[in-house]
């Protein structure tokens, strides 16, 4: 199966489980990449288990995500017992928000 096929359907897969079209995109991507990168512990295999989890109210499908700044370089991420995949995006998402805010403060091109 190719590698679009493959996210399309496991975008399906989590929008069945209730996430949210972006959110089901993330998940998907990275599912994806793990199995390509060889790290397959961490790739289809697993997605079984965030179904379940899903179903047993462990992961919140539909989190209401927090982002509370600390510092000008520090955030606090509620993810909200959101899937990891998103909360880590989240995550890396407002740390490059937060660096490249410090880059242009200190004056660094």
């Known amino acids: 199966m190719k590698r679009k096929n493959l996210s399309l359907l496991l975008q399906q897969i989590f929008k069945k489980y209730n996430l949210s079209k ?3 995109k993330i998940c998907a991507e990275y599912l994806v990449k ?8 961490h790739g289809l295999a697993r997605l079984k288990m965030y179904c379940d989890r899903i179903k047993k109210g462990l992961i919140n499908p539909n989190p209401k995500i927090k982002i509370k700044k600390l510092s000008s370089s520090i955030s606090h991420i509620d993810a909200d017992n959101s899937i990891g995949f998103v909360a880590a995006n989240v ?12 880059w242009n403060r200190f004056g660094c091109n």
């Open 91 to 102: 995550g890396i998402d407002q740390a490059i928000k937060n660096a490249k805010k410090n």
């Open 34 to 41: 793990a199995e390509i990168m060889g790290a397959k512990s």
């Open 22 to 24: 972006s959110h089901s």
